[in-house]
């Protein structure tokens, strides 16, 4: 049973950064990618970062790009998401999330495996 546990959020100015951590286990799919999203109340979970754990390939939000840096380090089966010039607009709850690279690229709606959250204010 894959299990992901993030941890890194926390409150910060504008203009400021935060590292989000997300630690995996128990995962098998070949061709399988982790990802970052995130999520405002009343809103849909919006796709920030992607990563190809077996390439390294990223993909980014437009929102974030530029921005947000997502990065694994393999021996530790971590996926990192460092976050730089923050805007209160980046203020969500932040999740990770595993799967096969298809379902990741599909969208959250269909995504099997999430860690618990973490939230993410920026104060302007």
């Known amino acids: 049973q894959v299990q992901l546990v993030e941890s890194g959020g926390g409150s910060v100015q504008a203009g400021g950064s935060l590292r989000l951590s997300c630690t995996a286990s128990?995962?098998?799919?070949?061709?399988?990618?982790m990802g970052w999203f995130r999520q405002d109340p009343g809103k849909e979970r919006e796709e920030v970062a992607v990563i190809y754990l077996g390439g390294g390939t990223t993909y980014y939000g437009a929102s974030v790009k530029g921005r947000f840096t997502i990065s694994q380090d393999r021996t530790e089966n971590t996926v990192y998401l460092q976050m730089n010039s923050l805007n209160p607009e980046d203020t969500a709850m932040y999740y990770c999330a595993y799967d096969r690279c298809g379902t990741v690229v599909a969208g959250p709606r269909v995504i099997n495996y999430w860690g618990q959250g973490t939230k993410v204010t920026v104060a302007s």
């Open positions: 128990g995962y098998t799919y070949r061709l399988a990618c």
